[in-house]
């Protein structure tokens, strides 16, 4: 069984930054895919970033393009999400997931993946 727990979350101005982290226990291995999605209230989830284990190989939504920066260490067994210049639009609750997979790596597939986190919640002011 795997499990995911993220922290890093808060409360930022408008151009600030965040780093989001997700511990991930339990077993894996580089047929993972693994990344970030958003919900923010009243609103659908939005995959945000995600990456396959073996290649490292990422996605982004295009909102964050530039701005975020999803990262592994393996070392820590650990998947991180940089946010820089943070904007309003951001704000909502972040979720890490998981799972091994052997489809494409995409956002899409985030939104599908079996292991997830409890969320940590993001919020920017103006």
């Known amino acids: 069984q795997v499990q995911l727990v993220e922290s890093g979350g808060g409360s930022v101005q408008a151009g600030g930054s965040l780093r989001l982290s997700c511990a991930i226990s339990?077993?894996?291995?580089?047929?993972?895919?693994m990344g970030w999605y958003r919900q923010a209230p009243g609103k659908e989830r939005e995959g945000v970033a995600s990456?396959?284990?073996?290649?490292?190989?990422?996605y982004y939504a295009d909102s964050v393009k530039g701005r975020f920066t999803i990262s592994q260490d393996n070392a820590e067994n650990t998947l991180y999400l940089q946010m820089n210049s943070l904007k309003q639009e951001d704000t909502g609750m972040y979720y890490c997931?998981?799972?091994?997979?052997?489809?494409?790596?995409?956002?899409?597939?985030?939104?599908?993946?079996?292991?997830r986190g409890q969320g940590t919640q993001v919020t920017v002011s103006s």
């Open positions: 997931a998981a799972a091994r997979t052997f489809g494409t790596c995409g956002l899409g597939t985030l939104l599908n993946l079996r292991y």
């Open positions: 339990g077993y894996t291995d580089a047929y993972y895919c």
């Open positions: 990456i396959r284990a073996a290649n490292r190989l990422t």
